[in-house]
């Protein structure tokens, strides 16, 4: 992986937040990240750069990496934060904690508010007593009923924004070989203020609505998909949202006929501009679960003398298991950037910034490179020579050990997710907690841990209830001969089990920075 005085290097891979057809940006080099098959001689230099990390088909063939309707995540080799299974992408491709394998959503308990059960069964006369007290059913010990919880969303994932995720393929008809980007493609950058090329080249990605007259190409680049405001168009607003790929008619997105536009006038469904809320689906490795207090033993007492306690219905009825419970939003770990898009194109211009983020596929051949990039895997760097002018755009944003060094982002394990500023899209954001001497709160830099949500679509369960007969002891309380509930209206059993981590379904990259 080699730079050219700041041109993306083959292999690259690169959100595009414009509507341009697809075979322009083809003869500029670039192609979509549809997981298809190429042949090893017509792309010599891309196969050097990512070999078959993401697949192939025999020897002389290998896949583009396939991002369709995924998120990206940075490569954890260690298992620290991303807790896997991991699987290849496609046949011979990576597996494992390796860059281009493949992993699905997952849905961990929520950390705080935990799930819970309301077990209420209208018209049930089934609780029972001891003694003079009236005590409900689940106070009474004897055996435990477990009841395995379905429903919930079609998948877990957090707020995001549709783009299509190119990768670099050649310098196609650029006089430069190693290529350049275009108005539209989006920069995750690292740095707190923009400066250098980023000012004047990029604009934040923050949904500002923008002239055609003075901004022609990025116009034509955009186009309507985020939105418009009378004639003018407006820019993709990424601020607390992560980014996903364009589904493409792949079928990774389950709901994505109901993505929504960013604003007024802008894309929904299967395009880029899209927008989807957060939503949480049943865990795929490990179910969550009800456990019910039951007995079935004859009390003796002045109020229920030698009837059952409970005489078990070999019937279900269905309980919400997600009545209540749950934190504010699903998301995966993440940590805070903020989203630049491409704004002109400039006929000899190096123009990936100092401080900027790429993705990059590729594993074997693809080493870190002494030639202007860096993997993001948090080193101590000093403030001088070669990274000075790295330390001049991000500075100790992403941590310090001491005042004559700075850290590189460490994003192994991580997300990317765009900084709220203030949008409140992150209800977290305040709470978002910094590297060792870096920033904190909704800031860029910070970092955040994974949640969960309450579903949209409830998860329930098939709970057997008390048969309602005169075998089963009577309810007596406050309203004496009142038809009783099973359970208090107000009383809830706790859910149990979930993932290990709540997450999206993601294909793994490595993620490198600009440092010179």
Same mark, same amino acid.
């Given at each position: 992986?080699?730079?050219a005085?700041?041109f993306?290097?083959?292999?690259?891979?690169?959100?595009y937040?414009?509507?341009e057809?697809?075979?322009?940006?083809?003869?500029?080099?670039?192609?979509?990240?549809?997981?298809?098959?190429?042949?090893?001689?017509?792309?010599?230099?891309?196969?050097?750069?990512?070999?078959?990390a993401?697949g192939?088909?025999?020897g002389?063939?290998?896949?583009?990496?396939?991002?369709?309707g995924y998120?990206l995540?940075?490569?954890?080799a260690?298992?620290t934060?991303?807790?896997?299974?991991r699987r290849a992408?496609?046949?011979?491709?990576?597996?494992?904690?390796?860059?281009?394998?493949?992993?699905?959503y997952?849905?961990a308990?929520?950390s705080?508010?935990?799930?819970?059960?309301?077990?209420?069964?209208?018209?049930?006369s089934?609780?029972?007593?001891?003694g003079d007290?009236?005590?409900?059913?689940?106070?009474?010990?004897?055996?435990?009923?477990?009841f395995v919880?379905?429903?919930?969303d079609?998948e877990?994932?957090?707020?995001?924004a549709?783009?299509?995720?190119l990768?670099?393929?050649?310098g196609?008809?650029?006089?430069?070989?190693?290529?350049?980007?275009?108005?539209?493609?989006?920069?995750?950058?690292?740095?707190?203020?923009?400066?250098?090329?980023?000012?004047?080249?990029?604009?934040?990605c923050?949904?500002?609505?923008?002239?055609?007259e003075?901004?022609?190409?990025?116009?034509? %680049?955009?186009?309507? #998909?985020h939105?418009? $405001?009378?004639?003018?168009?407006?820019?993709?607003?990424?601020r !607390? &949202?992560? =980014?996903?790929?364009?589904?493409?008619?792949?079928?990774?997105?389950?709901?994505?006929?109901?993505?929504?536009?960013?604003?007024?006038g802008?894309?929904?469904?299967n395009?880029?501009?899209?927008?989807?809320?957060?939503?949480?689906g049943?865990?795929?490795?490990?179910?969550?679960?009800?456990?019910v207090?039951?007995?079935?033993e004859?009390?003796?007492?002045?109020?229920?003398?030698?009837?059952?306690q409970?005489?078990?219905?070999?019937g279900?009825?269905?309980?919400?298991?997600?009545?209540?419970?749950?934190?504010?939003?699903?998301?995966?770990?993440?940590?805070?950037v903020?989203?630049y898009v491409?704004?002109?194109?400039?006929?000899?211009a190096?123009?990936?910034?100092?401080?900027g983020?790429? %993705?990059?596929?590729? #594993?074997?051949?693809a $080493?870190?490179?002494p030639?202007?990039?860096?993997?993001?895997d !948090? &080193?101590? =760097?000093?403030?001088?020579?070669?990274y000075?002018?790295?330390?001049?755009?991000?500075?100790?944003?992403n941590?310090?050990?001491?005042?004559?060094?700075?850290?590189?982002?460490?994003?192994?394990g991580?997300?990317?997710?765009?900084?709220?500023?203030?949008t409140?899209r992150?209800?977290?954001?305040?709470?978002?907690?910094a590297?060792?001497?870096g920033?904190?709160?909704?800031?860029?830099?910070?970092?955040?841990?994974?949640?969960?949500a309450?579903?949209?679509?409830p998860?329930t369960?098939a709970?057997?209830?008390?048969?309602?007969d005169?075998?089963?002891?009577?309810?007596?309380?406050?309203l004496?001969?009142?038809?009783?509930d099973?359970?208090?209206?107000?009383q809830?059993l706790?859910v149990?089990?979930?993932d290990?981590e709540?997450?999206? $379904?993601?294909?793994?990259v490595?993620l490198?920075?600009?440092?010179?």
């Amino acid at each position: 992986m080699a730079a050219a005085n700041g041109f993306v290097p083959v292999g690259s891979v690169i959100a595009y937040a414009g509507c341009e057809d697809i075979n322009t940006l083809n003869r500029h080099g670039w192609a979509l990240c549809d997981g298809r098959s190429v042949d090893v001689g017509g792309y010599r230099d891309l196969f050097d750069a990512i070999g078959t990390a993401n697949g192939s088909s025999d020897g002389d063939h290998f896949n583009l990496p396939d991002l369709q309707g995924y998120f990206l995540r940075c490569v954890d080799a260690t298992g620290t934060l991303d807790t896997g299974p991991r699987r290849a992408a496609r046949g011979n491709g990576n597996g494992g904690m390796e860059v281009g394998s493949l992993e699905v959503y997952s849905t961990a308990m929520a950390s705080d508010r935990r799930f819970k059960a309301q077990l209420r069964f209208e018209g049930g006369s089934n609780a029972s007593f001891e003694g003079d007290e009236w005590d409900m059913l689940a106070s009474c010990g004897g055996t435990t009923q477990t009841f395995v919880c379905r429903g919930g969303d079609p998948e877990s994932r957090p707020i995001n924004a549709y783009v299509n995720f190119l990768i670099k393929t050649s310098g196609g008809d650029d006089p430069v070989p190693m290529g350049r980007l275009h108005p539209g493609m989006v920069v995750p950058y690292a740095g707190a203020e923009a400066k250098g090329q980023l000012a004047m080249s990029y604009a934040m990605c923050n949904g500002w609505a923008f002239p055609r007259e003075g901004h022609e190409e990025l116009y034509l %680049a955009l186009g309507p #998909a985020h939105g418009t $405001v009378g004639d003018d168009y407006r820019l993709p607003d990424y601020r !607390g &949202r992560f =980014l996903r790929g364009v589904d493409n008619g792949s079928g990774h997105d389950p709901e994505v006929e109901g993505r929504s536009p960013m604003t007024d006038g802008g894309n929904g469904g299967n395009q880029v501009g899209s927008i989807q809320k957060s939503a949480t689906g049943l865990p795929t490795q490990t179910p969550l679960v009800i456990h019910v207090p039951i007995s079935n033993e004859k009390l003796r007492s002045n109020r229920a003398a030698g009837h059952d306690q409970a005489v078990w219905n070999p019937g279900t009825v269905d309980v919400v298991a997600s009545a209540a419970g749950g934190e504010l939003e699903t998301r995966p770990v993440n940590a805070n950037v903020d989203y630049y898009v491409l704004t002109t194109k400039e006929a000899e211009a190096p123009l990936f910034p100092i401080g900027g983020v790429i %993705a990059f596929p590729g #594993a074997g051949k693809a $080493v870190p490179s002494p030639e202007g990039w860096l993997p993001c895997d !948090g &080193r101590s =760097l000093p403030r001088t020579g070669a990274y000075l002018m790295l330390f001049e755009e991000i500075g100790a944003t992403n941590g310090a050990v001491d005042h004559s060094h700075f850290n590189v982002p460490d994003y192994r394990g991580f997300f990317l997710r765009g900084c709220d500023h203030g949008t409140q899209r992150d209800p977290g954001a305040e709470g978002r907690i910094a590297r060792l001497g870096g920033l904190a709160g909704d800031q860029v830099g910070s970092i955040q841990g994974w949640e969960t949500a309450r579903p949209h679509q409830p998860f329930t369960a098939a709970i057997h209830s008390p048969v309602v007969d005169h075998e089963t002891a009577y309810a007596v309380g406050p309203l004496s001969g009142a038809t009783a509930d099973w359970m208090d209206p107000m009383q809830f059993l706790p859910v149990e089990g979930g993932d290990k981590e709540t997450r999206p $379904v993601n294909v793994n990259v490595q993620l490198y920075i600009r440092y010179a």
